[in-house]
């Protein structure tokens, strides 16, 4: 039982049973008119009253993940309205770890588990890390490839999502490359000069 506020709430007509009872409640004309109104703001204090769990990545519906990505900072460049939603529900709920964090090479590997791409990262030496992009330009390039296992074809969306991956996540001083995993006498399977492990 609600206070005398919430009854005309709770009946679904908001506006029509806060009029006076005489000549208006009781008024069929009157409780037609507002009919639309009384419908109208029902239905808008249910979607605010659930709004909390639309902004919740975990539990929110589909359509919503897209503008919560965009909410937390995934534009366009970063963000894939293709991808799956268990895809989408756990990189925005590391957005801020990412974005903290961007141009480690931790990241790159958490961005990477999350698509679920196997993969191994090479550096040349030992990055510099943390920095951010897009670096300073004084600072000494490095080596890093992203080695993939020959299962994921060059035209696969696997492979196009590391290459992505690799363009966003690795600081723009840091020469990289998406690769193979497996060299045979001095080059790659695919055919790729092999560097030295």
């Given at each position: 039982?609600?206070?005398?506020?919430s009854?005309?709430?709770?009946?679904?007509?908001?506006?029509?049973?806060?009029?006076?009872?005489?000549?208006?409640?009781?008024?069929?004309?009157?409780?037609?008119?507002?009919?639309?109104?009384?419908e109208?703001?029902?239905?808008?204090?249910?979607?605010?009253?659930?709004?909390?769990?639309?902004?919740?990545?975990?539990?929110?519906?589909?359509?919503w993940?897209?503008?919560?990505?965009?909410?937390n900072?995934?534009?366009?460049?970063?963000?894939?309205?293709l991808?799956?939603?268990t895809?989408?529900?756990?990189?925005?709920?590391?957005?801020?770890?990412?974005?903290?964090?961007?141009?480690?090479?931790?990241?790159?590997?958490?961005?990477?588990?999350t698509?679920?791409?196997?993969?191994?990262?090479?550096?040349?030496?030992?990055?510099?890390?943390?920095?951010?992009?897009?670096?300073?330009?004084?600072?000494?390039?490095?080596k890093?490839?992203?080695?993939?296992?020959?299962?994921?074809?060059?035209?696969?969306?696997?492979?196009?999502?590391?290459?992505?991956?690799?363009?966003?996540?690795?600081?723009?001083?840091?020469?990289?490359?998406?690769t193979y995993?497996?060299?045979?006498?001095?080059?790659?399977?695919?055919?790729?000069?092999?560097?030295?492990?």
């Amino acid at each position: 039982m609600g206070n005398a506020y919430s009854m005309p709430w709770d009946k679904g007509r908001p506006v029509l049973l806060q009029l006076p009872r005489d000549g208006y409640q009781n008024n069929p004309d009157v409780a037609a008119l507002l009919t639309y109104p009384d419908e109208f703001l029902t239905a808008t204090k249910t979607l605010l009253e659930t709004l909390y769990q639309k902004l919740d990545p975990l539990v929110c519906p589909v359509e919503w993940l897209d503008y919560l990505g965009w909410l937390n900072g995934w534009s366009a460049e970063y963000w894939d309205t293709l991808w799956s939603p268990t895809v989408k529900r756990a990189l925005i709920v590391v957005s801020n770890s990412v974005w903290a964090g961007l141009g480690q090479q931790q990241i790159l590997e958490l961005v990477l588990g999350t698509h679920n791409i196997e993969h191994r990262i090479w550096a040349a030496k030992s990055l510099q890390l943390p920095f951010t992009l897009p670096g300073r330009l004084d600072t000494p390039k490095g080596k890093l490839f992203i080695r993939l296992p020959l299962k994921y074809l060059r035209g696969s969306q696997l492979f196009k999502e590391a290459e992505r991956t690799r363009l966003n996540f690795v600081p723009c001083t840091i020469v990289s490359k998406v690769t193979y995993e497996y060299f045979y006498l001095g080059y790659s399977a695919v055919g790729e000069p092999v560097f030295s492990v």
